[in-house]
Every structure is written in C-alpha cells, then in structure tokens.
C-alpha cells in the first residue's frame, strides 16, 4: 500500500514537471503570426481570451509548438482552420458554457449564453439553414473581443445601436428574413431621449438590448419577449420606477404605479387584453418621448377616434391651446387615467368643469355643464328604471325578451352620450340623450305592462275560482236538496 | 243533461228552486265563459307566428340593395345582415364586442361601424379598428329561392 | 225549447233505441257504504284525463317535436301565445295528479279486492292502462327537450337497456339509434300523441264499459242481510262527481297559477349532466331501490336483477285476481292485505327515501 501511494504520488509531480515546461515553450502559432502582423493576431493581442492565457490553438486546433507549419496546422492534430457557422458558437460554448471551467479562469460570467441564443429568435436557421442567424461572433467579434464594460467593446451601451443596426438597418439584408420588419429603428432611437443621451456619450439610457435583451432577444409576438404588449410596461418600469438610478434625470419614477392602477394597465396587466395601450402605444417605442401638449388629443384618438375627433371641432381645442393645456391629460390625468364616470361632468366637487367654468367667471359654460350633467342622470335614471322594472316583470315569470331588446338602444344611447360629452356643445348633446330617454321611456311602459299582467293573471284565477265556488256550493245544495226528497232503497 | 226519468223532485218551495237552478245554471254558463275564454284566446294566432330563433327569415332578396347593411332581429339579439357591392350575402351578430351597442354597415367607408366608440369591423366580421377585442360572431345566410333566412353557425 | 230538445231525442231514438239506454241509466245504482268514497278516484281520474286531452290537443297546435325547435316551441308557448303558460301548466300538472289519481284508484280496488271475480277484466285493463299512463310520463317528459328531461331520459332508458336479451334492441328502439338525441324526440312525440292514446283510449273503452255492465263492486265486509243503501248514479252520483271534478279543476287553476311548471334550461348532449338527476317522482320508488341493490347478486347484475323483480311483482300483481282464490269465493284475505300494506309502505317510504337523496 504504502508502495503504490509513493508511485503515484511520483507520477502526479512528474506530470506536473511535464506541464510546466510545456508552458514555457514557445506557442508558436502567436510568434509566427505577429510577425506575419494579420489583423487577426494584431487584435488579440488586446482579446481578453489572451490576458486570460488562451492561445490560437485553443479555438482553432493544432499543435502550438510545432515549429513546422505544416505539422502545427495538421488536422491529425486537431486543426480546424477557421471555424465555420455553428461551430463558431459551439466553439466558445465549450468554455462559456461550462461553469467549472469559466471557474478556473475567475470568472463571475453567467454560462448560459449559447443557451439562451439557441432559444431566440437569432438562433433560428440562416439563409443557407446550415446554421444559425447570428453566432456569437456576430456581435462579439472574434479576435478582438474585450469585457462589456470595455468601451471599446461592440456591446458596450454606447456601441450597442450600431452593433444592432449592422444587420437591422440594412433593407436589402433585413427583407431576406422579415420583409415587414421596419428598418428604422436606429434613426427613430437617435430621435428618442434614450437615443439622445446615448449618442451623448451616457451609457445609462436604454439602447436596444436594455429593453429587447441580448442573448435572449425573442419576436415581439412571443408571449416570452420582455417587449411582449404584456411585459412592455415591467420592462420600461426596470429603469423607471427604479428612483436611484433614475435620480440624475428628474423625472418621476411613479409613471408604473399610476399606470397599474388606471383603465388602461388594468385592461393589459389584469385582464390581459393585448389591445390595451402600454407604454410604448403613446409615448412610441424606438423614438421614445413623451407626446407634446397639442398633439396629446391625436395620441389618445388613435384608439379613442370619435372622442378626440369631437374635440378637435369642440370650442375646448382653441381655448386650450392658447393657454397651453393638455388636451385630454387635463380631465384624465395622464399615468393613472381612470374609468370616467359621469361625475366628471358638471359642477359638483368632483366635476372637472368647473375647474375652469367658476359660475362668476364663465357662468355660460358653468350653466352648460350643469345641465349636461341633468340630461345625463336623467339618462341614467331612467335607463336603471327601466332595466329594473324588465328585471321586476322577469323575476315574476313573464316574458319581456322585447323590452330587453329595446333595453339595448337605450343603453347604446348613454354610452353615445358619454362620448358626445366631448363635442362640449348642449344641443348636440341633447340629440344623443332624448332617444335614449324615449325609449327608455317606451321600455318602462312594456314591463309595466308584464307587471300588470301579472297581476290579471292572479285576479283572473280568482274570479274563475269564485265562479267555481258558486257553482260547486250551488251543485252541492241541488244534489242535496235531490237526495231529501228521495232516499233509495233496494 | 238529460232529467233521471224516475226521480222527477217535487217541487218544495217554487221561489227558492228559482233560484238555486238560476245560481246553478248562471254558474254553468260563467264557468263555461271562464274555460272557454282561455281556450278560445290560446287559438287566436300570436303576434309573431312562429317560433324562429334557429333561423329568422330576413326577406326577398330584392328587399336588399347591393352595398348595404339591415339590422336583421334575431331572438333577442340583433343580427347584421349585410349585401355586399358583388351582391354575396353575410350576416353577423350586430352587438359590438366593446360595449353592445348595435353596428351598423358604413357604406362610405366599407366597413361594419360602431358608432359608440368608433369600432370598426370588416366584411368578415374581424375587429380592424378601434376598441373591439374580439371578432363579430358570424351567422349563416342561406338563400332559399327568393328568400334570404339567417341561421345560427353550429 | 224543450219540445224541440224532445223531438231530436225522440228522432234519434227512432233510430238508435236511446230508451233502452236510458233506461238502464237510469236504473243504475251506486252502493253506499263506508268505502264510497274510493268510487271517486276512477272519476277524477278519468277527469283528469279529459283535462290531458284537451290541453294535449291544444300544446299540439304550437308545439314543435324537433330537437332545434322543440324547447324554443314551448318557451314560445309560454310567452308569446295567449294562455299558453296555463295550457302548458295545466298540462303538467293534471299529468302528475292523473298518475297520482289513478295510483289511489288502484289501490283502493285492492284493498277493497273489487277486482274479485267477476271483474276481472276490470282489473286488467286497469293495470294496462297504469302502464299506460307511465308511459304517458316518460315519453312526454322528454319533450320539452330541457336539461333535465334530455339526462333523465338517458338514464331511464339506459335501464331498459341493461335487461337481458331484449335490452338492447328495446334500448335501440326507444332512442331510435344508440343514444339520446333528435330522432329519439321525434320517436317519443309521434308515442306519446300517437301511439299511446290510440291504445288508451281503447282500453279506457272496455274499462268504462264493464263498469257500467256490472256496477259498482261491493266490499267483502258488506252485511248482506241488513237493506243495502244506494244512490241512483243518475243524476246524484254523477252530480257529485262533477262536484269533485269542479274542485280539482280549481286546484289545477291554483297550481298553474302559483307553481308554474318551469322550463329549465335547453337540453344539450355535449353539457355533463346536472347534479342530482331524478326521473319523475312516481319512477323514483324504482330507481331508489335500484340504487341500494349490490352490484352482484348471485354472479347476477344487481341492477338487471332489479329490475326483472319489478317486472315479476308487477306481473304478480297485475294477476291477482286469479291467484287471489278466497277473495272471489267471498272469503277474507287477509294476506292481501298485508301485502297491500307492504307495497304501500314500500312506495311511500322510497319515494321520500329518493326524493331527499
């Protein structure tokens, strides 16, 4: 026993002679081609890979010490040459995805990568389907790559747009894959505040993989993407809700909070409704900015068309402009825009005309808006009346499927009435409620009617019961009267 | 009611017979009124005539221009029934998937309208714009010589 | 007035001999004693029947006996045809007091043994009837093609399928194909506004017929040596059976009113069935005991012995009077009694037993 630890341990340290004289022979392939001075060998000489200690031969194959070219680029010996398409990113996976030995190198890099690129929407097969869209090299470059945190580095913050933009502004490139995909990306980015300040030289600003990530980057219509319509408003909030990071700019970081609670991130983040607007659907994706004062009415009237087409021709649109309102923002706030309810309109506390429409400045508007809101509760009422008179006459079993079906035209005529609040004009208002009222009206007449006849139902029984009664008290008295003037016998 | 031959009751007091026979025959004839009326108004045709809820009947054909659109009652719901400029038929459900209001067919722009909250739908029933999150259900229309009948899709 | 109403009667008499009937008519007595007033039942429920007729006549002018339009038909009944919601209630209900009506009926015969010799035959065509009138259930629970009605159906015929040798076919028969579906409507409506009236209305025929030839049964217990009591059953018996028809009519009033029959919601094959599937409550006595039988029975199928039992005891039954020897010789029985008892009491105590489950 004692004999085989001493052989072993005589082998260990032999080995180890062995490998620390091979580290003080000469890699060949280094000295050889810097003094060829290709521009491959000039570049790593600043790669990260050769600080690390990583030679040619470790990508490429080889014997690195043959002095003979032919025999250090000998495939017997395991030479590659340069590698091609998916071996590029196979080749770097064999270290950066493996965690052991990133470990030997000190490194706190995450071992995913290759992974995650495989998963994406780059990982799909190229044009040639040999291998995939993007390889590592792709944005990395080969022989000149240095840390992330290198300015030097193609994706470092302030590099990354130009980075993207080799393949992603190119048309004739770009339509090979997804000729509906736009190509402007970068040029509107420059025009956005985060373009801005990136060009300015602040790597703080999100570029294009803050947002679409970099390994992982997945199609817009993947529910994954962090750019999915879902996930839009978590990913703005990574940066703007983060108040440290944001402190340097100004702004506030409560735009998410506000957002979550309003009609519109209750619609997408609650109830998943895609159509709903995110962040990007008013302030814009790659030209991120907020929408100025004027324009805020089209924003909104992308989707809200008859409200914002209303107040364009409205008396409100001059009256705002010249005194630098908001146009919609101003009623509905902006982040946090809540469901409207009827008491916005009006002079009520809750009301917002009479913001601007005091009864001693503006007592035309103020006598407007009053009687805008009277129309409307009358509306209200008279619809809830109805509604629950058709409900009354159903719950006693009768058959109103015809009021219910007029019910919906007054319906129709409140929720008309809601978006013709905007045209800010009485008269017309008013042509949108009174339908809506005579039908209700016409609606309340029919169920009362089934209520009524209810009731005769009830009353018809019991006049057919007293008739039944009389007759059958009078039929007993006959039968008995018949049977005293003769019992039978037999 | 044919008298008992052999039990003809003598007649005990005239004035009170009277009047139980007149009770008993005015109970006969007001009963029969209380049955008969009930019978006699189930028989009268209804107002609508006929079931018709698997399929309505929307008319003649000619009764349609090209390039229109006829809020059609289906059951209790509105149907759109809409000729196309080629003279096809389709009919969808008119209860706009945003809020319910009826659509009704834009001739000016082509397209199926709400004019609530200005959701558009095309000739096929898909939302294209504007608050809608979802497609209009569509109905079948099957032409029956000169009559034009929507059905439900099963 | 009353010389024309005499001359129609004397033309139709020359014609016909209409004396000799009223004659008879008029000789015809109804005992009484202490059980007359089970004489009543067979009355009411023939009443009752008249009332399904009638309202059955009128549900067919709307009705619509397809699996598309046949739930819509009622619910137009119901609302848009004048009265149509006291038609189709009233039709309902007279159902399940008729069933109930002919039950007592029934029973009052046995326990009287009024099916003693020589009414045989009076018996018999009474129990015919009874199955009848299941039948009538059965088949007319179906059509207003609703939840219920669509899974009780299955699961009714389902039980005529598992007998032996004739369950399949008759299973294939009833649903008209493997399962419940369209053509099984069509199949139960064209029986039970076709099929099962016609057949009635023949039995129905004989029964009156032989009541009529050979009066009212007396009980064993009469004394015969004591004068019997009687009642002429013209016009004072008759009278007072439309006394009582009056008041159930009234009471079918009350209840189409109060209680009216509801439709529930549209039968659809592909919905899993409701909770708490229940045939009509006078099938619910035989699908309880169903349900407490094991699974096996001496390597029999419990269920398939069920329900070959019910058939045996119903047979037994119905045939009583040729068994019942001592009770046609004008002896006391008292074994019919108890027996009488027992299925009473069994019925009874089941039927709550399934009712509450």
Not at chain 1, 46 to 73: F, P, T, V, W
Not at chain 3, 273 to 294: N, R, S
Request: net charge positive; hydrophobic share 40%.
């Amino acid at each position: 026993m004692k004999h085989f630890a001493y052989i072993l341990s005589l082998v260990i340290i032999s080995s180890g002679l062995v490998f620390s004289q091979a580290q003080t022979r000469v890699d060949q392939c280094v000295s050889c081609h810097n003094d060829l001075e290709t521009p491959e060998a000039k570049l790593f000489q600043h790669d990260i890979h050769r600080m690390k200690g990583l030679s040619c031969a470790d990508c490429h194959g080889g014997n690195r010490y043959a002095e003979d070219m032919d025999q250090a680029m000998d495939k017997k010996a395991g030479y590659i040459g340069v590698p091609k398409g998916d071996q590029i990113s196979s080749m770097c996976a064999k270290c950066h995805g493996d965690a052991e030995k990133m470990k030997q190198y000190h490194s706190s890099l995450p071992t995913n990568q290759f992974e995650n690129l495989k998963e994406s929407v780059h990982g799909r097969l190229d044009l040639t389907g040999n291998a995939r869209i993007a390889q590592c090299s792709t944005c990395h470059n080969a022989h000149g790559i240095v840390s992330v945190k290198n300015p030097a580095s193609p994706v470092y913050p302030l590099n990354i747009p130009a980075t993207c933009a080799k393949c992603h502004a190119n048309p004739t490139y770009m339509r090979t894959y997804d000729p509906s995909l736009p190509v402007d990306q970068l040029e509107k980015y420059r025009t956005s505040i985060h373009g801005i300040r990136n060009k300015k030289g602040d790597p703080k600003p999100a570029e294009c993989a803050s947002c679409h990530g970099s390994h992982d980057i997945k199609s817009v219509h993947d529910a994954k993407s962090s750019v999915y319509p879902l996930n839009i408003p978590a990913t703005c909030a990574h940066c703007h809700s983060d108040a440290a990071y944001m402190k340097q700019y100004g702004i506030p970081t409560d735009q998410f909070e506000k957002y979550s609670l309003s009609v519109h991130g209750v619609a997408l983040l609650k109830k998943h409704d895609i159509s709903a607007p995110a962040c990007n659907s008013c302030h814009g994706n790659h030209g991120a900015v907020p929408p100025g004062v004027e324009s805020i009415s089209k924003v909104c009237g992308t989707c809200h068309a008859l409200n914002a087409d209303l107040f364009s021709s409205s008396p409100h649109k001059k009256a705002f402009d010249e005194r630098k309102l908001p146009e919609c923002e101003t009623c509905h706030s902006n982040h946090e825009i809540l469901t409207p309810t009827e008491k916005m309109l009006g002079t009520t506390a809750d009301a917002v005309c009479s913001r601007c429409h005091t009864e001693k400045e503006n007592p035309k508007g103020f006598i407007a808006a009053q009687q805008m809101r009277t129309l409307m509760d009358s509306l209200i009422h008279e619809e809830a009346k109805a509604k629950m008179l058709v409900n009354e006459a159903e719950q006693r079993g009768m058959e109103v499927s015809d009021a219910e079906y007029k019910l919906r035209d007054a319906h129709q005529a409140l929720l008309q009435s809601r978006t013709a609040v905007h045209a800010f004009n009485e008269e017309k208002f008013a042509e949108t409620v009174k339908p809506g009222l005579a039908t209700a009206a016409l609606v309340e007449g029919e169920a009362k009617g089934a209520v009524e006849e209810y009731y005769f139902r009830r009353m018809g029984l019991g006049v057919a019961t007293l008739i039944i009664t009389i007759l059958a008290v009078s039929l007993f008295l006959y039968i008995r009267r018949l049977e005293k003037n003769g019992k039978h016998k037999v | 009611m044919i008298a008992s031959p052999e039990d003809t009751p003598k007649a005990p007091e005239p004035e009170k017979r009277d009047f139980l026979k007149l009770i008993l025959g005015g109970g006969i004839i007001a009963w029969l009124a209380s049955v008969l009326y009930p019978i006699l108004s189930y028989l009268k045709p209804p107002v609508q005539s006929e079931v018709e809820v698997q399929s309505v009947k929307a008319g003649k054909i000619s009764a349609f221009e090209k390039d229109s659109g006829t809020i059609v009652r289906f059951g209790n719901k509105p149907v759109i029934l809409i000729r196309t400029a080629n003279g096809n038929f389709r009919a969808f459900s008119a209860v706009c998937t945003h809020l319910a209001c009826t659509v009704q067919y834009r001739k000016d722009m082509g397209v199926i309208w709400c004019a609530c909250h200005n959701g558009k739908y095309d000739l096929n029933g898909r939302n294209i714009s504007g608050p809608p999150p979802r497609p209009l259900d569509e109905y079948r229309v099957i032409v029956q010589g000169e009559e034009v009948v929507i059905s439900k899709k099963s | 007035m009353k010389t024309s109403l005499k001359k129609i009667y004397t033309w139709i008499n020359s014609r016909v001999e209409l004396d000799d009937l009223v004659q008879f008519m008029g000789k015809k007595y109804v005992p009484i004693n202490r059980h007359s007033v089970w004489y009543y039942f067979g009355g009411v429920s023939l009443f009752l029947f008249i009332i399904q007729v009638v309202t059955g006549i009128l549900l067919l002018m709307y009705y619509k006996g397809s699996d598309s339009l046949a739930f819509e038909s009622i619910q137009f009944i119901m609302s848009k045809v004048q009265f149509g919601w006291l038609i189709r209630s009233i039709h309902s209900w007279a159902a399940n007091l008729f069933i109930l009506a002919i039950f007592v009926h029934m029973f009052s015969v046995f326990f009287t043994k009024a099916y003693r010799a020589p009414r045989e035959m009076t018996w018999l065509t009474g129990m015919v009837m009874l199955l009848l009138a299941f039948g009538f259930g059965f088949s007319g629970y179906l059509l207003p093609w609703n939840e219920l009605a669509f899974f009780a159906t299955r699961v009714g015929t389902d039980i005529a399928g598992i007998l032996p040798v004739i369950g399949k076919p008759m299973l294939t028969f009833l649903r008209a194909g493997e399962d419940v579906t369209g053509a099984t409507l069509s199949r139960f409506f064209g029986i039970h506004v076709a099929i099962l009236p016609g057949i009635f209305i023949v039995f129905l025929s004989i029964h009156l017929l032989l009541v009529q030839r050979q009066g009212m049964s007396e009980p064993l217990d009469g004394h015969h040596d004591t004068e019997r009591k009687v009642m002429p059953f013209f016009p004072n018996f008759l009278l007072r059976d439309l006394l009582l028809w009056l008041i159930v009519l009234n009471v079918l009033a009350i209840l189409a009113v109060f209680f009216p029959w509801e439709l529930g919601k549209k039968a659809d094959a592909f919905a899993s069935a409701p909770a708490g599937i229940k045939p009509e409550w006078y099938f619910l006595f035989m699908y309880q005991t169903l349900k407490y039988l094991p699974a096996h029975i001496l390597s029999m199928d419990g269920e398939v012995l069920g329900v070959l039992l019910f058939g045996a005891a119903g047979a037994l039954w119905t045939l009583v009077p040729f068994w019942d020897k001592k009770s046609s010789r004008g002896e006391r029985n008292r074994f019919i009694n108890y027996l009488g008892l027992f299925v009473v009491l069994f019925i009874i105590v089941l039927t709550i037993i399934g009712w509450l489950a």
